[in-house]
């Protein structure tokens, strides 16, 4: 019987809730666990000790794209990559891309906390926000990570935007950038504070979900056992 392949988040700030989500389902690697009490390790393979599940440590945003093309039959992944991952194919093009996955199988796993996309801005610019709500003349810059999440978004709203897509350090845009908002994941808040920005709106709250292969659920018996247990084990 072959092995399932399971693609987890390696960044320190998922890997080792997302592990501990298939530790509680019994599938424990006693390898993985010394990767993440190294915080820094380099193996990216590590398998459980029943046989049964290989572990792959993928970059976040790179999950949703080992699931839908059965590099891994498991994956667990944050609402920002795998619905990115799903517009961007829907937009792009590729039909047959961003449909090989479910993500309903199991309830959000809640892995980020409090976390939340948000809208937000200085405080001088929250009127300029306020105005393009209402008038569809207006157009709104938005500098964000996620641009397919953010124009469906703003879509939805009847705001028209100007989308600047970037990698990072979106605090600094409002002040640098010449940008009126952001569209980014807020935890905390504290960086919002530090830079001097206000949150306008809370689009949507993050999950975390299972991202499940179609193919792998419907052609391997092994599958649909595992996410039974793993049901079970997060109630």
């Known amino acids: 019987?072959?092995?399932?392949?399971?693609?987890?988040?390696?960044?320190?700030?998922?890997?080792?809730?997302?592990?501990?989500?298939?530790?509680?389902?019994?599938?424990?690697?006693?390898s993985l666990e010394d990767e993440i009490a190294a915080k820094g390790g380099k193996q990216l393979e590590h398998k459980s000790s029943c046989g049964r599940v290989n572990f792959l440590l993928v970059r976040n945003a790179d999950i949703p794209q080992y699931v839908d093309r059965n590099w891994a039959d498991l994956g667990i992944s944050g609402f920002d990559c795998y619905r990115e991952y799903e517009l961007s194919s829907a937009v792009s093009g590729h039909a047959m891309r961003g449909d090989n996955f479910i993500t309903t199988l199991l309830p959000d796993l809640k892995l980020c906390n409090n976390s939340r996309i948000c809208?937000?801005?200085?405080?001088?610019?929250?009127?300029?926000?306020?105005?393009c709500k209402l008038d569809d003349e207006k157009v709104l810059t938005v500098a964000t990570q996620y641009p397919y999440i953010a124009a469906n978004y703003f879509r939805r709203r009847r705001i028209l935007v100007d989308i600047v897509t970037i990698s990072g350090s979106s605090e600094l845009m409002p002040r640098h950038g010449e940008v009126d908002v952001i569209f980014d994941i807020v935890e905390t808040g504290s960086a919002l504070k530090e830079n001097g920005l206000i949150v306008f709106d809370e689009a949507m709250a993050l999950q975390t979900k299972l991202l499940v292969s179609k193919a792998a659920l419907k052609y391997d018996p092994q599958i649909a056992p595992i996410i039974e247990v793993m049901k079970n084990a997060i109630k």
């Open 1 to 30: 019987m072959r092995q399932v392949e399971v693609a987890l988040p390696k960044g320190k700030r998922l890997l080792s809730k997302a592990y501990e989500v298939f530790k509680k389902s019994g599938f424990i690697s006693l």
């Open 119 to 131: 809208v937000a801005g200085l405080p001088a610019s929250k009127a300029l926000y306020d105005k």
